[in-house]
């Protein structure tokens, strides 16, 4: 069976077009192109994530320009290199690097490819009874995850974004919540998404009053025991650095949590644009009038 990525799938174009902005999903061929309307302007952006190939870009641009996209923008899939005529490299929306943790391998090989101080927190996490439950109780990882971007100063979706992908995805068994639990206190939860043979981890949240708890390792300890058991082949921790940052780096502690779990270090091509109206050389002017009104 062909791998491929679960931003292609059904499922995730019927939830998106239950999302604000997202005003229509093409299918061209195999390749599925979002549609997003800017807000208080006339026009669109068309966004390609992760295509299998694009062999039939040509037609993709004339679908585009239908719909009044002022640029298309690409994110490739592993093992893309071709150079597109006229393209820009544009700004990313989805990580250019990740790591792929193996699930094919056993348990014990899979705790030896961890370094030694993950080891040891996710044991600490065990000895300090953290559990780690499967549950449904999504708005309680919404709060906590709201909590967690107010103390860490960063922003990813409504809480109505979680909602929808729960309720659409949940019934395709394509979703899954694990939460660290201690006593009866939330200390960490995270949402894993599931497609074909990959596991992700999507987003995740966490109590600072349980930082000593180490938490977090034995959730994911636990969401790669999860992925084995439902017969996953990878782990993608969706985000990480190609180098190893430096240790001023904000994102240095992020960097090092993920790397402490072994895998493979995965880079994807570079994402670009292709503009399609004239109007993409002004689209940060424009995007700024916007972001002004709103």
């Known amino acids: 069976m062909k791998q491929g990525h679960i931003l292609q799938s059904n499922q995730w174009a019927e939830f998106r077009l239950k999302t604000p902005n997202v005003k229509k999903v093409l299918l061209v061929g195999e390749n599925r192109i979002f549609i997003h309307k800017i807000p208080l302007l006339p026009w669109a952006v068309a966004y390609l994530p992760r295509p299998e190939n694009l062999d039939n870009l040509e037609e993709i641009k004339e679908a585009c320009k239908k719909e009044r996209a002022i640029f298309l923008k690409i994110e490739p899939g592993l093992g893309y290199s071709d150079q597109v005529s006229g393209s820009r490299i544009g700004s990313p929306v989805l990580p250019q690097h990740t790591i792929y943790i193996d699930l094919t391998q056993g348990e014990e090989k899979l705790l030896a490819g961890m370094s030694e101080k993950t080891r040891y927190n996710v044991r600490l996490a065990q000895k300090k009874n953290i559990n780690i439950v499967e549950g ?159």
């Open 136 to 294: 449904e109780n999504l708005e309680n990882f919404i709060e906590l995850l709201e909590k967690t971007e107010d103390r860490q100063g960063f922003y990813s979706h409504p809480a109505q974004y979680y909602r929808m992908l729960w309720e659409v995805l949940r019934p395709e068994k394509m979703v899954y919540l694990l939460t660290a639990v201690s006593g009866q206190q939330t200390a960490a939860s995270i949402i894993l998404l599931r497609y074909q043979d990959t596991l992700y981890y999507a987003y995740g949240g966490s109590d600072p009053k349980y930082r000593e708890y180490m938490a977090p390792h034995l959730l994911h300890w636990e969401a790669i025991k999860l992925g084995k058991k439902l017969g996953c082949k990878i782990y993608d921790l969706w985000g990480s650095y190609k180098d190893k940052p430096e240790e001023s780096d904000p994102w240095w502690g992020i960097y090092r949590f993920k790397k402490g779990f072994g895998g493979q270090e995965v880079t994807f091509p570079e994402t670009f644009d292709i503009p399609i109206s004239p109007l993409y050389f002004l689209y940060p002017f424009l995007d700024k009038i916007r972001k002004f009104f709103k």
